[in-house]
């Protein structure tokens, strides 16, 4: 069984930047993306960024982005691929949630952040918190 662990959370004031990390136990099999996913209080968990790490495969190293994060967030990953970041800059209050560290397989071609039913492995979360 894959075990993917987040860390990086915390409390920070708007304005602010935070890196998550996640690092997965094993190389994720049957996969071939890593994605950050939040759910804020009292709200549905959404995608928030992808990339895709096919050895080989010309959509490797692909990233989508929700569009609330645009030109905020970088997800970017080691030569391993076992650790992927979120790197979140210029935090809003609207930032504010669980983030989730998830494997799954998806095309790369549809552009978007993989819906949740595509998710083969959950990480436990990480809270990040941002204030005014």
């Known amino acids: 069984q894959v075990q993917l662990v987040e860390s990086g959370g915390g409390s920070v004031q708007a304005g602010g930047s935070l890196r998550l990390s996640c690092v997965a136990s094993?190389?994720?099999?049957?996969?071939?993306?890593r994605a950050w996913y939040r759910q804020a209080p009292g709200k549905e968990r959404v995608g928030v960024a992808v990339?895709?790490?096919?050895?080989?495969?010309?959509?490797?190293?692909?990233?989508n982005y929700a569009d609330s994060v645009k030109g905020r967030f970088t997800i970017s990953r080691d030569s391993t691929d076992n650790t992927v970041y979120l790197q979140m800059n210029s935090l809003e209050p609207e930032d504010t949630g669980m983030y989730f560290c998830?494997?799954?397989?998806?095309?790369?071609?549809?552009?978007?952040?993989?819906?949740?039913?595509?998710?083969?492995?959950w990480g436990q979360g990480t809270q990040v918190t941002v204030s005014l």
């Open positions: 990339i895709y790490t096919t050895d080989g495969a010309t959509s490797d190293g692909a990233t």
């Open positions: 094993r190389r994720p099999a049957g996969t071939n993306y």
């Open positions: 998830a494997a799954g397989g998806y095309p790369s071609s549809i552009g978007t952040v993989p819906p949740q039913g595509s998710v083969r492995y």
